[in-house]
């Protein structure tokens, strides 16, 4: 075995290569309660949202491939609220909303060529969910495109005919 002499900036050059990786798990929270526009840096973030009596949306940022973000509702409400791509963007996947009041459950499955481009979200609805607790987790694995997987409840008895992705 014989020794090898590594420099400076070889080291640096290490470091930087760690420090890159480890944003990929990205600790940061963004708190909306209002209409707000997301960023490419909050990429990674958990968006704990509120919903309020005012309808409000979050806008993503355009898609771009690894951009990532987990949706936590802290606060469901009756009114409609919207996760909207930006403009030229869709979103497909799956979504599964749960009745709080009844042992009901039905599923959405949405396809990528479908042009979807916001994920709906109303607390009572029988065709939707967003109560608190609710998650809704987007990914970008095709550049234009989000992957949604969501979990919703609805305090309606009946959900069917699921519309979250629209």
Same mark, same amino acid.
């Given at each position: 075995?014989?020794?090898?002499?590594?420099?400076?900036?070889?080291?640096?050059?290490?470091?930087?290569?760690?420090?890159?990786?480890?944003?990929?798990?990205?600790?940061?929270?963004?708190?909306?309660?209002?209409?707000?526009?997301?960023?490419?840096?909050?990429?990674?973030?958990?968006?704990?949202?509120?919903?309020?009596?005012?309808?409000?949306?979050?806008?993503?940022?355009?898609?771009?491939?690894?951009?990532? $973000?987990? $949706?936590?509702?802290?606060?469901?409400?009756?009114?409609?609220?919207?996760?909207?791509?930006?403009?030229?963007?869709?979103?497909?996947?799956?979504?599964?909303?749960?009745?709080?009041?009844?042992?009901?459950?039905?599923?959405?499955?949405?396809?990528?060529?479908?042009?979807?481009?916001?994920?709906?979200?109303?607390?009572?609805?029988?065709?939707?969910?967003?109560?608190?607790?609710?998650?809704?987790?987007?990914?970008?694995?095709?550049?234009?495109?989000?992957?949604?997987?969501?979990?919703?409840?609805?305090?309606?008895?009946?959900?069917?005919?699921?519309?979250?992705?629209?």
């Amino acid at each position: 075995m014989g020794t090898k002499r590594v420099g400076w900036a070889r080291i640096r050059s290490l470091i930087n290569e760690n420090a890159n990786q480890l944003k990929i798990r990205n600790d940061q929270v963004v708190a909306v309660s209002k209409a707000t526009t997301l960023t490419s840096g909050q990429s990674g973030a958990t968006v704990y949202w509120t919903h309020s009596v005012s309808n409000h949306d979050v806008t993503l940022p355009a898609a771009a491939v690894g951009m990532n $973000f987990k $949706f936590v509702l802290a606060v469901g409400h009756a009114n409609s609220h919207n996760i909207k791509c930006a403009a030229g963007d869709e979103v497909f996947g799956k979504v599964t909303v749960v009745s709080t009041t009844a042992d009901v459950t039905d599923t959405q499955l949405q396809v990528k060529t479908d042009g979807d481009t916001k994920v709906h979200l109303s607390a009572a609805a029988a065709t939707r969910g967003g109560n608190a607790g609710d998650t809704v987790h987007l990914v970008c694995a095709e550049a234009g495109y989000w992957v949604c997987t969501a979990l919703l409840t609805t305090t309606n008895a009946v959900p069917a005919a699921i519309a979250v992705l629209v």
